[in-house]
């Protein structure tokens, strides 16, 4: 399931770490809907988060503390292939419509929100853009640390690749389904975000995915990589 928020700022700004914004607003809308009924399905620490999110900025100018706008009207795009997902987050962004969201010497109002209409797949071979940048991480759990890959790193095929089977198989697929996945990144370039303090490498453009059609309409639906639900690793279908 998709849908599109739009969204007017007061003055045409945002923080730089503008994802935190959004993360802010979900949490809002979640809080408020039906006391809170919703919340801990998004944001328990045991539960695995489906859903990835994308923001459009027109005419973005990036200064060091802010995000510089051409215009006060954002669009912000949420994808998930749990339709029950969908249908909350969808729910709950309606009852904040028109409603104020105070920002620091700012303020937001969701004005729309729109249903997306959805392609499936239906071939073993598809080409995506990222829409929100790709983030691949390594966790290590002894020393609790992490390191990210981006499309500059030698390894950054084999470690997204992983990535991206460690995510099947946290979904429910089996090894089976998901062990011919394969990818080819095809036009892309290393961005650097900042988020929640960090400076995090990830890749942005275009990449080719080959599997079996239910793995790939899961991946176009849920987005791709770490961090997904902190706005990152969203895709758009271009061809199939």
């Known amino acids: 399931m998709r849908f599109q928020i739009i969204a007017e700022l007061e003055r045409p700004e945002l923080p730089i770490e503008y994802r935190r914004v959004i993360l802010s607003l979900i949490k809002k809308a979640l809080t408020e809907a039906n006391n809170g009924k919703y919340f801990k399905k998004f944001f328990d620490g045991a539960n695995s988060k489906d859903y990835t999110f994308s923001v459009k900025l027109p005419g973005a100018k990036f200064k060091k503390d802010c995000v510089e706008l051409k215009q006060k009207l954002i669009e912000i795009n949420f994808s998930t292939f749990d339709k029950m997902t969908g249908y909350i987050l969808f729910a709950v962004f309606s009852e904040q ?52 890959y981006s499309i500059s790193d030698e390894n950054f095929k084999k470690q997204c ?15 089976q389904q998901f062990e011919d996945v394969n990818i080819e990144p095809i036009s892309m370039k290393k961005v650097c975000v900042k988020h929640y303090g960090c400076v995090i490498p990830s890749s942005v453009g275009t990449m080719l995915i080959s599997g079996r059609k239910s793995i790939l309409n899961y991946l176009i639906c849920s987005g ?5 639900s902190a706005g990152f690793g969203m895709v758009e279908l271009l061809l199939e």
């Open 224 to 228: 791709m990589g770490s961090r997904r």
């Open 161 to 175: 690749l992983k990535s991206i089977k460690n995510q099947l198989e946290i979904a429910g697929f089996s090894e």
């Open 97 to 148: 419509l028109n409603k104020k969201f105070p920002l620091r010497n700012n303020c937001l109002f969701i004005k729309k929100i729109i249903r997306i209409n959805e392609c499936q797949v239906v071939g073993k071979e598809v080409l995506v853009r990222f829409i929100a940048p790709l983030v691949v991480r390594q966790h290590n759990q002894e020393k609790n640390t992490d390191w990210y």
